[in-house]
């Protein structure tokens, strides 16, 4: 019971952190975008993805409601890619194998939920390690679907 009771406080910790780093990165992200509105005329603001019409069906929640059903229908080629990815170092190289070998297993919305899973994956892991690893694997989601994803993406 003890065992459990740490164990439930060090996710809480870990969550904590984790949520603490990703509200560090939207800051970030905002100031980002604020910054670009003059070469790039993209306004958040009237963005149905970041200010959609209906907040009740943001694009967040739909992209969650479907990373939980691809988590369930690929559990393991997934945990076999976390497993491969966190017993080697942290390289940009590795996730993309890895991401690749375990997309081949997916189909549709799936192949391109699959990496943020792994991603989010790795996070909760490495960051319950003490690792802060959040701004590396935010590099790496990016790169992966501009590189793998992009075309589908603009498609759909």
């Not at 603490?20 to 963005?47: N, P, Q, V, W, Y």
Request: charged share 25%; hydrophobic share 40%.
């Amino acid at each position: 019971v003890q065992q459990d009771i740490a164990s439930q406080s060090l996710d809480q910790e870990v969550l904590l952190k984790v949520k603490t780093e990703i509200e560090e990165e939207l800051k970030s992200l905002d100031k980002e975008i604020s910054e670009a509105f003059a070469s790039t005329g993209f306004d958040r603001h009237t963005s149905p993805v970041f200010s959609p019409a209906n907040p009740d069906s943001s694009v967040e929640d739909c992209l969650a409601h479907l990373g939980e059903k691809a988590s369930q229908e690929l559990r393991a080629p997934l945990l076999g890619a976390l497993q491969t990815l966190l017993s080697r170092p942290l390289t940009y190289q590795a996730y993309r194998e890895c991401t690749l070998e375990t997309t081949v297993h997916a189909s549709g919305w799936n192949k391109v939920l699959v990496p943020l899973i792994l991603l989010r994956q790795m996070l909760l892991e490495l960051t319950r390690r003490g690792q802060e690893p959040l701004s590396a694997l935010l590099e790496f989601g990016v790169t992966f679907l501009e590189d793998h994803a992009a075309e589908y993406i603009i498609q759909q």
